[in-house]
């Protein structure tokens, strides 16, 4: 939502309590204006941090500067990822420096956090297996047939007298900040999956406590107070 012409930087908000519940030592870096020479001279401070991870700028559009410089200047590892959200995604490396370019929407930015951050800041942390489990799950609801990428759909985890079963949430935009809301973990939605039934069991992965969106509304005057 826009006031007086601005947007307010959600994803800072947002990503600011993620690396907080990661118990990691993060540094805020300025927002980048769409003009190269002040990208690169930002993009020289890289070097004194382990990982870095910004929002927006990774697509092709002239505008998308960022991007642009990191693809010239780094050693591009991922780029363009098969999945719904966050097929924008790059993954690069500047010297010792990792570095994480997230989508500009807040869904996809805070679900492939969880899919392409949280893993790199366990693997820095020394840890063996980096990458969260998958649980699979019966489903509580029938989902339609999958699309021509990976979907991971947010959804809420149910616990009841029958054992736990998943809900997807209603919004799944990548707008939808609303469909963030209980969100406690993720579906895997294989391409061109048939539809599912109710009982079904599901690839979940689920979070841990405290990556949990259960609260973001809290953080609505943090948000607008960015503006």
Not at 10 to 27: D, I, K, P, S
Request: charged content about 20%.
């Amino acid at each position: 939502k826009a006031v007086n012409n601005q947007i307010a930087d959600g994803n800072r908000v947002f990503l600011r309590h993620a690396f907080a519940g990661q118990m990691c030592t993060a540094t805020e870096l300025p927002r980048l204006k769409d003009d190269r020479r002040s990208t690169e001279l930002l993009v020289d401070r890289f070097k004194d941090f382990d990982l870095v991870v910004t929002s927006g700028g990774m697509s092709v559009g002239d505008f998308d500067v960022l991007g642009q410089v990191l693809r010239s200047r780094g050693e591009v590892l991922v780029y363009k990822i098969a999945v719904k959200p966050g097929k924008p995604v790059l993954v690069a490396k500047l010297d010792d420096t990792f570095f994480v370019g997230l989508p500009g929407n807040p869904v996809s930015t805070l679900v492939s956090f969880q899919l392409f951050v949280v893993p790199i800041l366990r693997l820095l942390n020394g840890v063996s297996a980096a990458w969260p489990a998958f649980a699979a799950l019966p489903l509580a609801h029938a989902v339609d047939s999958g699309g021509t990428r990976l979907d991971f759909k947010r959804a809420m985890v149910e616990t009841g007298d029958h054992g736990s079963q998943v809900r997807l949430m209603p919004k799944q935009g990548s707008a939808a900040l609303s469909g963030l809301l209980g969100c406690d973990g993720i579906v895997a939605r294989p391409a061109n999956v048939p539809l599912s039934q109710p009982g079904d069991a599901v690839g979940v992965f689920c979070f841990d406590e405290k990556s949990r969106y259960l609260d973001l509304a809290r953080f609505e005057t943090e948000i607008w107070n960015t503006l």
